[in-house]
Every structure is written in C-alpha cells, then in structure tokens.
C-alpha cells in the first residue's frame, strides 16, 4: 500500500493526475516507479487537461527551460530556440507567446513574431518556435497551440503567417507551400503559409534578427 501510494505520487507529480492505467498495472508493476514512468512514456495512455493562455510575467524561465526541453533531441536544429524566443521578448517582437498549461504547469508553448518580405507586403508573421515538453507529445498539445495562436494572429487582423518545417505537420493546420514565396536555404517543401487575407505574397522572408540568438 506504502508502495502504491508512492508510485501514485510519482505519476502524479510527472502526468498531472491524468493517467489512464490498465486497472491490473500496480500489480504487474510490483510498483516500480521506473516501471510506472517507463509504462507512461511508452503506452502514452493518458490524457492531459490543458488550458491555452497567454505568456504572463514570470512565465518567462519556464518557457526558457521547456523550449530547450522540447528541442533537445529534435532532429534540425542547431539549439538555439529557448534563446531566440528570449530575444524575441526582449526586442517587443513576441507578437503572440502561448502556453499550455495542465494543472497551472507549463508544458507547451508558441511563439509568433514579425517577418519582412522582400517585395514589401505587410502583416505577415512567422509561427515558431513552438514547444512541447517531451513527456507530453503526441497528445494533441501542440495542436491545440498550433489553432490558438493562428486564431489570436488571425483575429489580429492580420495577413497570414509562414511556418518552417515539416509539412506533413503544418499541413494540418491549413498551411500549404507557396510558389514564389521562399526562404533562401531550406527545400522549398519545408517552408508553407496560411493566408487569412485571400491571397499570397511572393519574395523572400525574412525572420526577425532574434532568430540569430546564440545565447
Ligand atoms: C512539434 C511539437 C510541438 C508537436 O507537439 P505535439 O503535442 O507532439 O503534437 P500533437 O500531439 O498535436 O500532434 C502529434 C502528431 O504530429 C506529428 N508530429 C509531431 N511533431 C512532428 C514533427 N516535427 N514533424 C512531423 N510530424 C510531427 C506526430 O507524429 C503526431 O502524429 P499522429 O497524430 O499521426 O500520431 C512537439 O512534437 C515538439 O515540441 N517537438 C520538438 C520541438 C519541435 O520540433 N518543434 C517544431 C519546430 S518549431
């Protein structure tokens, strides 16, 4: 029983109360809570309550420490984006910053800023980096990130907003490859946008100078 609860407090601590167990699992486990961590990250049968919000003063370290979380083990990066999304606050350019939170903890967050286009259309930002901490992937987080902020920038009335990466991800969430509309160096697949405006600008983008933060 002293074992049970102490496994209870773990999963607790690390899920948020949200695990969905099979009902036989304390037994099997003889309550290992290597086992009970190992069962969470490798059955993924739990759900997360998370509630969508915006950055408020004093989230600012927790962002820091979950975008390098998040990232650690991304393929594609060189590890700079906890850096850049501190820039980006640091120079006003933090045009939307959202968290995801499950039990008032910061587990996800996106940021969208300002982007330049090189034939001078306006009113287009650029989605990302977006985080989720690693434990709580592939549970829909990220997607709910993804429709809250593009509804915040939308209702902004703004353009339209570029994103960098797979497109087999942001593909869900409208976004779509754009003859002509390019971001020097990446295969041009990789590099979408959604339009709120009709219609789609062509040139290069540029993202704000924070994304060459190091540190
Ligand atoms: C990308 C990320 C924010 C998605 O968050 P999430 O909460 O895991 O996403 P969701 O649960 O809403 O969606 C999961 C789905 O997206 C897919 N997916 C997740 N990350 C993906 C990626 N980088 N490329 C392609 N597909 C991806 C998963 O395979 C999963 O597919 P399924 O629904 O068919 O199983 C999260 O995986 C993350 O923080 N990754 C590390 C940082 C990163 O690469 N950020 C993106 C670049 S800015």
Redesign the pocket.
């Known amino acids: 029983m002293k074992l049970r609860k102490s496994v209870e407090r773990e999963l607790d601590r690390e899920m948020h109360n949200k695990t969905l167990l099979p009902d036989n699992f304390f037994t099997a486990s003889r309550g290992s809570k290597i086992a009970a961590k190992l069962c969470v990250n490798s059955c993924k049968r739990f759900s997360v309550d998370v509630e969508i919000s915006n950055e408020k003063v004093g989230d600012e370290l927790k962002i820091h420490q979950i975008t390098e979380r998040?990232?650690l083990s991304?393929p594609h990066t060189d590890h700079t984006e906890h850096f850049i999304v501190d820039a980006l606050r640091c120079a006003g350019a933090l045009t939307i910053s959202q968290v995801a939170k499950s039990d008032e903890e910061i587990i996800?967050h996106v940021a969208i800023s300002p982007v330049t286009l090189s034939g001078g259309a306006t009113g287009w930002f650029g989605l990302?980096?977006?985080?989720?901490l690693p434990e709580?992937?592939?549970?829909?987080?990220?997607?709910k990130l993804m429709r809250s902020s593009l509804a915040a920038l939308e209702a902004m009335g703004t353009s339209g907003c570029v994103v960098l990466?797979?497109p087999?991800?942001y593909g869900r969430f409208g976004f779509t490859v754009v003859d002509g509309l390019v971001f020097p160096g990446v295969p041009p697949e990789y590099f979408q946008a959604l339009s709120f405006s009709g219609g789609f600008p062509r040139g290069e983008v540029l993202y704000h100078q924070a994304f060459s933060a190091k540190g």
């Open positions: 998040a990232f991304a996800g990302g980096p977006i985080s989720v709580y992937q592939r549970l829909g987080i990220g997607s990466g797979d087999g991800y």
